[in-house]
């Protein structure tokens, strides 16, 4: 008797000691995935992207949270997903995500599974690599330091131009964010 009762509590504690965690389903690293984004737009803090993103992610992540910490205009309320569904194949999960607004494909997350449990490795149902997150990066801050020039009043960029050249200045920049945000996010 005794010895079933020491095997039962060894059980027990190897159980416990193991973690005894359930691994979550792609579903549920989506849904926190959305929940550290709301937190980052809305809180200022990128940290919840450890548990639910690869490194390459959470490195974007806390950059992007880094660069728009002090836009105002970046801390409009985020909607979490109501409704997740993914396609699982082995070791990799496409989610479509909705918002309560119904936005089908409002994001569809690309999840893979690390050390055996899942996270988000990108985005538009494709991994982001670490070149991409470099890229992304080089251009947003580009593109920061352009506009604290302007906003700084160092309007030496349009000075330069030829008079009714800064419209095309703007629909240049702003089809250059365009074309780098569908490679970067294809």
């Not at 359930?22 to 579903?27: A, H, S, V």
């Not at 548990?51 to 806390?62: G, N, P, R």
């Not at 801390?75 to 109501?82: A, C, Q, R």
Request: charge should be negative.
């Amino acid at each position: 008797m005794k010895i079933k009762q020491l095997f039962v509590g060894l059980s027990a504690v190897a159980l416990v000691s193991c973690g005894g965690e359930k691994t979550q389903t792609p579903e549920e690293v989506a849904m926190k995935f959305a929940e550290a984004t709301k937190k980052m737009v809305e809180e200022n803090d990128a940290s919840d992207f450890k548990d639910v993103a690869s490194a390459e992610m959470y490195d974007l992540m806390s950059f992007m949270q880094e660069m728009t910490k002090d836009e105002e205009a970046m801390k409009k309320p985020v909607e979490l997903f109501t409704e997740v569904s993914c396609e699982t194949k082995e070791n990799t999960a496409k989610c479509n995500c909705k918002t309560a607004e119904g936005g089908e494909g409002a994001e569809e997350l690309y999840l893979e599974k690390e050390e055996g449990k899942w996270v988000v490795a990108g985005m538009k149902g494709k991994k982001i690599t670490a070149e991409e997150v470099k890229q992304t990066k080089d251009m947003f801050k580009a593109m920061k330091e352009m506009a604290d020039q302007m906003k700084n009043g160092g309007n030496e960029m349009l000075d330069s131009l030829d008079a009714g050249a800064g419209d095309d200045l703007e629909s240049e920049v702003k089809e250059g964010m365009e074309v780098m945000e569908e490679e970067t996010m294809e």
